[in-house]
């Protein structure tokens, strides 16, 4: 009976460790990428606090947009909404388009007079304005 018992004692100890062993890399794989996911969305959390745009003038067909926050935007990829409608790139022009940034002004030509317009950049920041 002795001899029994610790073969069953060694062998449930083997076997713990066996799985142990494939357990912990796999606990190890997750966290890191737990990690990776925190990382990019606080990167992505401070991007869109440090980001803030005001629409300034409204002139004709063209409103004025100030890049208010600290970082450079995308000018290109800029989204307008008019009236709850959302707008394609052909139907507003942005001049000048590329690089828009800090303390840095653009101008859209949205071609109407009239309305609610959303401008939104990439990460979702956005500012209103209401046309006459």
Do not use: C, H
């Amino acid at each position: 009976m002795g001899f029994s018992t610790s073969a069953v004692v060694v062998i449930f100890t083997a076997s713990i460790m066996y799985m142990a062993s494939m357990f912990y890399p796999l606990a190890d794989m997750s966290y890191q990428q737990l990690q990776e996911a925190k990382k990019i969305s606080n990167e992505l959390w401070n991007e869109k606090l440090n980001t803030k745009i005001v629409i300034t003038k409204w002139q004709g067909n063209n409103l004025t947009v100030f890049n208010n926050g600290s970082i450079p935007l995308n000018s290109s990829k800029i989204n307008v909404i008019i009236d709850g409608i959302f707008k394609s790139s052909p139907s507003y022009t942005v001049n000048p388009s590329g690089i828009w940034p800090p303390r840095a002004s653009i101008d859209v030509n949205i071609g109407t007079g009239s309305g609610k317009v959303k401008i939104i950049v990439a990460n979702g920041a956005a500012d209103y304005y209401s046309l006459p």
